[in-house]
């Protein structure tokens, strides 16, 4: 199993920046995928970027492409999404996922972890 543990959330003011981190631990010596998402209240949740164990590919989705950018360190297994440009609808719950494999999935149902979530706040 592996267990993830997200930090870096909080409050900002659109058009600022933050970065998120989520830590691995237990089973992290397997090549696996990670995944971000997030949920607003009332919303579902939404694939928001992942990325190949090597970190030489990546995935967002539109609404954040270009203002966003996933990236891993293996050493420290961990991997951060930076969050420029934000947006008052970037406002929710988000989480880190993983899932064994290669291909960089968008559905939240073929993650197997998650992490408990960070809580991101924009303010306009």
């Known amino acids: 199993q592996v267990q993830l543990v997200e930090s870096g959330g909080g409050l900002v003011q659109a058009g600022g920046s933050l970065r998120l981190s989520c830590a691995a631990s237990g089973r992290t010596s397997s090549s696996y995928v990670m995944g971000w998402f997030r949920q607003a209240p009332g919303k579902e949740r939404e694939f928001v970027a992942a990325?190949?164990?090597?970190?030489?590919?990546?995935n967002y989705a539109d609404s954040v492409r270009g203002r966003f950018t996933i990236s891993r360190d293996n050493t420290k297994n961990t991997v951060y999404l930076q969050m420029s440009s934000l947006k008052p609808e970037g406002t929710a719950v988000y989480s880190c996922?993983?899932?064994?494999?290669?291909?960089?999935?968008?559905?939240?149902?073929?993650?197997?972890?998650w992490g408990q979530g960070t809580q991101v706040t924009v303010s306009s």
């Open positions: 996922a993983a899932r064994y494999g290669v291909r960089l999935r968008v559905v939240a149902e073929e993650y197997m972890y």
């Open positions: 990325i190949s164990w090597s970190g030489g590919s990546t």
